[in-house]
Nanobody
Framework: AVEVAESGGGSVQAGGSLRLSCVAS????????LGWFRQAPGKERERVAT???????TYADSVQGRFTISRDNAKNTVYLQMNGLKPEDTAMYYC????????????????WGQGTQVTVSS
């Protein structure tokens, strides 16, 4: 069975940092696209960052230069380092995975975690 589990969320003040982790199993991790998405109350889900099996990365304009996505295939883990957090980053953050077919810069991900809450106060 596929399992995707995020951790590392919490509450921080503006300007602070958090590191989210996501451990996955049940599929060929190193051949899959991995992504971080977020959804704030009353807003649509936003694709935050993606990383291809080969390590190519894309970021949403809203987090470019502040967030860093990385993957450790040996640990079946993807990370999201978030620096310079702003109140508008407050959201539930989700980790997701999809096969490499069709590319990674899409919202069509197959496997999703339950999410981890990030709250940034001003």
């Amino acid at each position: 069975a596929v399992e995707v589990a995020e951790s590392g969320g919490g509450s921080v003040q503006a300007g602070g940092s958090l590191r989210l982790s996501c451990v996955a199993s049940g599929f060929f991790f190193d051949t899959y696209c991995l992504g971080w998405f977020r959804q704030a109350p009353g807003k649509e889900r936003e694709r935050v960052a993606t990383i291809t099996p080969g390590g190519s990365i894309t970021y949403a304009d809203s987090v470019q230069g502040r967030f860093t996505i990385s993957r450790d295939n040996a640990k079946n883990t993807v990370y999201l380092q978030m620096n310079g957090l702003k109140p508008e980053d407050t959201a539930m953050y989700y980790c997701a995975a999809k096969s490499g077919e069709g590319g990674c810069s899409t919202d069509n991900y197959h496997y999703w975690g339950q999410g981890t809450q990030v709250t940034v106060s001003s």
